[in-house]
């Protein structure tokens, strides 16, 4: 239970730190929002709302999760890490309580991105918009974990830099601002070698109303198998580096 309490404990102190920076949430969601009103207008003369959308939430779970490591950077150079380290306090809880917080952040920032997109003109389903929430919160804690681990390796100075630059072929590969079924062989080949892809996917079928096939099955799992992989390597790096 203690790991539990823990955990409880740090989650709620970070998402206190990331409700206090309202200018944070709102910035990490603005550059899909302006896709989203400048982007979207031209998009739906060759697609729908529902398959630009989903793309939209790849984009900022990968912007704002997979640069969640950078909070750690923060606080280890304010020496609060080092404090951290001699509070009883469960080291996997210090991990899971920063990633819960982020992936909280994460559904906050979906939630304003569906919202608009509703007022733009989507028609999906609840039932399948709060799947696809669902898959974006282990998606975000996935991410985080790794982007915490990659933070606690990397040198602090080249972090945020690699890490952007490290984002962007991974958001166009993805398949965020059109289906790769559009792209060249070798395109589409190296698309299916990352697991956004198949994320991506089985959210836009669940934005179009089709819940169960293997399109969705397979991105699920992909999405599960992320999770457990990346909070495994965060919480084993976590305890190395905080040994």
């Known amino acids: 239970m203690s790991v539990v309490r823990d955990t409880w404990l740090i989650f709620r102190h970070n998402v206190r730190i990331s409700l206090r920076q309202k200018a944070g949430i709102i910035f990490g969601v603005l550059q899909p929002l302006l896709y989203l009103v400048l982007f979207g207008p031209l998009f739906v003369t060759i697609g729908p709302w529902e398959t630009l959308i989903p793309g939209l939430l790849i984009q900022v779970a990968l912007f704002s999760s997979g640069l969640a490591g950078f909070g750690i950077v923060m606080d280890a150079r304010a ?6 380290r001699v509070t009883p306090a469960h080291r996997v809880s210090l991990l899971l309580g920063r990633v819960l917080a982020s992936s909280l952040t994460l559904v906050i920032q979906s939630i304003m991105l569906i919202v608009v997109g509703y007022a733009f003109g989507l028609r999906a389903e609840i039932f399948g918009v709060l799947v696809a929430l669902l898959m974006m919160i282990l998606l975000g804690v996935s991410l985080a974990a790794l982007s915490n681990a990659i ?6 100075e080249a972090f945020a830099p690699i890490m ?11 398949g965020a601002f059109l289906p790769m079924s559009m792209a060249p062989g070798w395109l589409d080949v190296l698309s299916r070698a990352t697991p956004f892809r198949y994320v991506l996917e089985a959210m836009r079928e669940l934005f179009n109303g089709h819940y169960v096939n293997g399109t969705v099955g397979l991105g699920v799992a992909v999405t599960v198998i992320l999770s457990v992989l990346c909070v495994v390597i965060g919480t084993r790096v976590f305890n190395r580096e905080n040994a």
């Open 79 to 84: 020496g609060v890490l080092e404090r951290l």
């Open 151 to 156: 933070a606690l390796v990397m040198n602090p």
């Open 164 to 174: 952007s630059t490290a984002i962007v072929p991974l958001v166009l590969l993805s």
